[in-house]
């Protein structure tokens, strides 16, 4: 089956947005700099407790400064919640520490300066790029990962690769919010185990969904033979 055309990734992305109008970044923040933490904590962890503990974290931390003279092990007793808050906690006291030393303590809105922080990946960098500073980018997690494939958007277990498939498929001015309500989407309807194909906004478009369409008739076809 062919993947979607430019047109149809288009007419996914639209319905998505009727389906989802208040798609937007699920982590709260108020400046580039807790973006960034909040974005680094919330690798295997959920955006809820994410927001539970960021809550805590910037009233105790206020900027880079602040959290450039904690102790990795000071640090990672704030974010015990988390997963993998021991190394979480030598990354951001790190990366706190190079963004005062090299940028005088701003966030650079550059991706390659970005991932060269300590614990920031490519995903962290665009989730930041978009949502703190406007620019257009399209992250990809775990949810985006799924979804996209699932559809026929893109083909890839590669993220960076499913990243360019899938900017290659929309406009630029897109990219922010389709990362957002593909996210939403991969957690309301097509979430990983079963997904809701018989509520999809999307399902007449969906490879996935039109694939089940195929099997259910062919079974149907098998019972009623003699």
């Keep these: 089956m062919a993947l979607l055309t430019k047109r149809e ?3 996914v992305v639209a319905r998505l947005a009727e389906r989802y109008p208040d798609a937007k970044c699920a982590l709260n923040f108020t400046t580039p700099f807790e973006l960034l933490i909040a974005t680094m904590l919330s690798a295997q962890c959920t955006d809820a407790r994410v927001n539970m503990v960021t809550a805590r974290l910037f009233q105790k931390y206020q900027g880079p400064r602040a959290f450039a ?3 990795p092990e000071q640090m990672a007793e704030d974010i015990r919640e988390v ?13 706190a520490r190079i963004l005062l030393e090299k940028y005088g303590g701003e966030v650079p809105k550059n991706r390659e300066q970005l991932v060269e922080l300590p614990g920031v990946g490519r995903k962290t960098a665009n989730v930041v790029l978009s949502n703190a500073f406007g620019i257009p980018a399209f992250a990809v997690d775990t949810h985006v990962q799924r979804v996209t494939n699932r559809i026929g958007i893109v083909k890839s277990d590669d993220p960076l690769k499913t990243e360019e498939q899938a900017c290659r498929k929309l406009p630029r001015e897109m990219w922010t919010q389709a990362h957002h309500l593909f996210i939403h989407h ?7 185990r079963k997904p809701k194909c018989d509520i999809c906004p999307v399902s007449e478009l969906c490879h996935y969904a039109r694939e089940q369409v195929r099997l259910a008739a062919g079974n149907q076809r098998r019972k009623a033979e003699p």
Excluded: D, S
């Design 83 to 95: 997963g993998l808050f021991r190394t979480k906690a030598q990354n951001i006291v790190a990366t």
């Design 9 to 11: 990734t288009a007419e």
């Design 186 to 192: 991969g957690r309301q309807i097509c979430v990983a």
């Design 69 to 71: 003279t904690a102790t």
